[in-house]
């Protein structure tokens, strides 16, 4: 390793921060060296904050009806392949009667855009999940809705927001989605959760076409600017009924080189080991947790919709993938070093900032 990644690794450590030539420079000279210093200072940063803890998270994939069209994803609405389901609210309470048993203490519910699921429905499911489950966290997935919608599933207590910036750049986005999608419409989007008061997560897809090391470079520069509370970031995988089906796959060694560069950059974030991680490679959450993640997502839909909610071919949900199967996923983690928590897993903010957890009235 040359001088200068040495002494760029060494300062994004250190200040958090490095300019966007030197995030681009970190990724053109990719090497195992640097892969190996980035994940040692990663991993001891997560240490420092969450010990040896990894949170998990109950995912409950409530419809694959979409509105959007993006050309990556395999729930697009063009698919006419997808077999299209939904789940009802009792559905949706009973997986979380299953996830609390299992010891799950966050619900993540994640869905298409699905213009059946209204706030008044989502708001009364909310109620009822936060009534029953007073010490658990909601987390929602459910994309781009307007600032009103958003205002009212945080008051009827959702408490965290997942919503992926995909790329970064607007011209890479451009090329990922239709052109009644918009780019800044998402940035707004997560300004707005944020500002509402949520816990809020972006996150990208790495190596999706067209993705350059520069498109990955401002992906970071917005993420040490954001400080997003989580980050779900995962390899590119190939849908067979997309117009994406022949494209490469993304690979585990540069996913794991930025799980341990977002580390550093903001050291408290939630970070999870993806599913599509666990999908390209046997051992890919394990190497995921070492590279500095340190939230694991099992999948807690009913069995009967499981093989449905499919981004990509072959995503998993069975194994340790699979919520029912949480010792299996326990014993994994046990074997490389870390623990799974019984636990919300809230975000640990440093010294002086805690009590930024506190919900705000709105
Ligand atoms: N490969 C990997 N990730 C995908 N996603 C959608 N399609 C794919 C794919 N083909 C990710 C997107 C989206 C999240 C729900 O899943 O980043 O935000």
């Known amino acids: 390793m040359n001088e200068r990644l040495y002494t760029l690794i060494r300062t ?3 200040k958090h921060s490095i300019s966007i030539d030197d995030y681009r420079y970190i990724l053109d000279n990719y090497c195992i060296e ?14 420092k904050i969450y010990d040896n803890s990894v949170f998990v998270r109950g995912l409950i994939e409530i419809s694959n009806f979409c509105k959007n069209d993006c050309f990556y994803c395999g729930i697009r609405r063009s698919n006419k392949n997808c077999s299209r389901y939904r789940l009802s609210s009792d559905q949706i309470i009973e997986c979380a009667e299953d996830g609390y048993k299992l010891g799950f203490r966050t619900f993540v519910l994640q869905g298409g855009e699905d213009a059946y699921f209204t706030d008044e429905i989502l708001c009364d499911l909310i109620t009822k999940l936060k009534e029953k489950y007073s010490d658990c966290a909601v987390t929602l997935s459910l994309g781009e809705r307007g600032r009103e919608s958003y205002l009212r599933l945080y008051n009827a207590g959702a408490d965290r927001y997942l919503l992926r910036h995909e790329t970064a750049m607007k011209n890479h986005y451009e090329k990922l989605h ?3 999608m918009s780019f800044q419409n998402r940035m707004n989007c997560l300004y707005t959760l944020r500002d509402i008061g949520y816990q809020t997560g972006c996150g990208f897809m790495v190596g999706s076409p067209f993705q350059t090391n520069e498109a990955l470079a401002q992906d970071l520069k917005f993420i040490e600017t954001f400080k997003p509370d989580m980050c779900g970031i995962g390899p590119f995988i190939p849908h067979n009924s997309t117009p994406f089906a022949a494209e490469k796959v993304g690979s585990l060694e540069t996913t794991c080189y930025l799980l341990s560069i977002i580390r550093l950059i903001y050291p408290s974030v939630l970070l ?9 490679h046997q051992r890919g959450r394990e190497e995921g947790i070492l590279a500095g993640a340190n939230v694991v997502m099992p999948n807690l839909s009913p069995f009967s919709v499981r ?3 499919e981004l990509y071919d072959n995503k998993l949900c069975t194994g340790e993938e699979s919520a029912q199967c ?9 074997a490389i070093g870390y623990k799974v928590v019984i636990d919300r897993g809230d975000i640990k903010k440093s010294e002086g900032k805690r009590n930024l957890l506190q919900r705000k009235e709105k």
């Open 307 to 309: 093989g449905k909610y």
């Open 272 to 280: 999870p080991s993806t599913t599509a991680l666990g999908t390209i």
């Open 326 to 334: 949480l010792n299996e996923l326990c014993d994994r983690m046990r």
């Open 34 to 47: 640097a892969a190996d210093l980035l994940r040692e200072l990663a991993v001891k940063a997560r240490k």
């Open 178 to 180: 239709p052109s009644e």
């Open 12 to 14: 994004l450590a250190e």
